[in-house]
């Protein structure tokens, strides 16, 4: 089911499949700033990434000494979330436990998810509550894809990513989908990092504890582009499927297995701890120029 949002400014279309965005819309500029979804080379736009964010090992982990599976980003991005509140400005989606999801994920949760337009701004709010008397151990992330280039005229690689702070990004190697034991610096003049399509060819840029908290998508040929916010969230990932129109911008809380995980859920790298009755929250924006 298909829900829209909008003020004079921003139009914004959802799905209550995975609560994903699927298109920011300027009105005024005629800009569309998400990607098209299409399939050939990614058939999503902005999937939730829960309760995990990238791989375990082999699918796998271990919790009190049993064996779950569960695959690449977890199960929230194919589910039907039920739409809890909509207004012209707001859109709340909420999840919880299902007998499916307790076979793979032995916990109960309530996510809510909320959607906020204000002027030239969506804001993405992620909470999440544990109603159960043990620990919940969870992650998440978020995997917003926008269109690149976003103007007639342009390509690819007019587009650059511009960080708000001085500092070396040191880009974790992967090794089928898991976080391998090497680095290598991402080169960036006065803190940009021009796209192209070779950025990508293996595999996501994954960066650990940045300081920046702001990147903006824009280019020299035009005056627009975008502002991504986002604060506390130790990881992050920069993407696009091969030679696809689009590059995603992802701060996460969690993060795939290194390779030499032992696969045990408490110990997993980045993972969050939630005590019971007790609630967590998170959020990200997008300003639309």
Same mark, same amino acid.
């Given at each position: 089911? +298909? ?12 799905d ?16 569309? $700033? ?31 000494? +049993? ?8 199960? !929230? ?6 739409v809890?509140?909509t ?70 690689? /007019?587009?650059?990513? !511009?960080?708000? +702070? ?30 192209? $399509? ?6 996501? @840029?994954?960066?650990?504890?940045m300081?920046?908290?702001? @990147? ?5 040929k ?6 991504? +916010? ?10 696009a499927?091969?030679? !696809? ?11 795939? /297995?290194? @390779? ?25 924006s997008?300003?639309?120029?």
């Amino acid at each position: 089911m +298909k829900i829209t949002i909008q003020n004079e400014q921003l139009k914004a279309v959802f799905d209550d499949k995975g609560a994903e965005l699927q298109s920011l819309y300027n009105t005024g500029l005629n800009i569309e $700033y998400m990607w098209s979804g299409d399939a050939a080379f990614w058939g999503k736009y902005s999937p939730v990434l829960f309760p995990v964010v990238g791989s375990f090992k082999a699918d796998t982990y271990l919790y009190k000494g +049993k064996k779950y599976h569960l695959p690449r980003h977890g199960f !929230a991005r194919e589910k039907i979330f039920q739409v809890e509140k909509t207004s012209d400005s707001e859109l709340v989606f909420t999840l919880t436990q299902d007998e499916n999801t307790l076979t793979v994920y032995p916990f109960r949760f309530n996510l809510k998810i909320r959607y906020t337009l204000l002027t030239d701004t969506l804001t993405c709010s992620y909470e999440v509550n544990n109603p159960d008397e043990d620990e919940l151990y969870l992650s998440i992330g978020a995997h917003p894809a926008f269109a690149v280039p976003m103007v007639n005229d342009t390509v690819y690689a /007019d587009y650059y990513l !511009a960080f708000n +702070k001085n500092e070396i990004l040191n880009r974790w190697k992967l090794a089928d989908g898991l976080i391998g034991t090497g680095t290598e610096a991402v080169i960036t003049n006065n803190n940009r990092l021009p796209l192209s $399509y070779e950025l990508f060819y293996e595999d996501a @840029i994954v960066i650990k504890n940045m300081e920046s908290n702001c @990147i903006t998508l824009g280019s020299d040929k035009h005056p627009h582009g975008l502002d991504f +916010k986002f604060k506390d969230f130790p990881f992050f990932g920069i993407w696009a499927s091969k030679n !696809a129109s689009f590059v995603c911008l992802e701060p996460w809380c969690g993060i795939a /297995d290194s @390779i030499n995980h032992n696969q045990e859920l408490t110990e997993k790298e980045g993972i969050i701890s939630l005590p019971p009755e007790a609630s967590w929250q998170r959020s990200w924006s997008v300003h639309c120029f």
